[in-house]
């Protein structure tokens, strides 16, 4: 389940990519679908990290953060999808996407059952 939910939030973050650059192109309906798409994928995520949140034995104050670290990701990234469609100042919540990413990485990474370094 965690290839699924790592994929899940790259591909989410690529159509971020795409979002940005139809909505500065002028291409409105071309963002406005691939916006859709990107919050299908956001059920996804859900899915899968609610799975893996579910898979684990011994749920912790580390995991109960990681997830809403997560949930302040995908509110951060659609919140910046929005701002910029609408062409109004992202400023803030760029800032709080970047925090949000960079702290759910090392949570979930670094710090859950499931992540790439020893505990």
């Given at each position: 389940?965690?290839h699924?939910?790592?994929?899940s939030?790259?591909?989410?973050?690529?159509l971020?990519?795409?979002?940005l650059?139809?909505?500065?192109?002028?291409?409105?309906k071309?963002?406005?679908?691939?916006?859709?798409?990107?919050?299908l994928l956001?059920?996804?995520?859900?899915?899968?990290?609610?799975?893996?949140?579910?898979s684990?034995?011994n749920?912790?104050?580390l995991?109960?953060?990681?997830?809403?670290v997560?949930?302040w990701?995908?509110a951060a990234?659609?919140?910046?999808a929005?701002?910029v469609s609408?062409?109004?100042p992202?400023?803030?919540?760029w800032?709080?996407l970047l925090?949000?990413?960079?702290?759910a990485l090392?949570?979930g990474f670094?710090?859950m059952?499931?992540?790439?370094?020893?505990?």
């Amino acid at each position: 389940m965690a290839h699924l939910h790592i994929t899940s939030w790259v591909i989410t973050l690529a159509l971020l990519i795409l979002v940005l650059t139809f909505s500065r192109a002028g291409n409105a309906k071309a963002a406005k679908i691939t916006q859709m798409v990107m919050r299908l994928l956001y059920l996804l995520i859900l899915y899968s990290g609610g799975s893996l949140f579910a898979s684990y034995s011994n749920i912790g104050i580390l995991v109960i953060v990681k997830m809403l670290v997560g949930l302040w990701a995908i509110a951060a990234i659609e919140m910046v999808a929005i701002k910029v469609s609408k062409a109004q100042p992202a400023f803030s919540w760029w800032t709080q996407l970047l925090i949000a990413f960079a702290l759910a990485l090392i949570l979930g990474f670094g710090f859950m059952p499931l992540g790439i370094l020893p505990a």
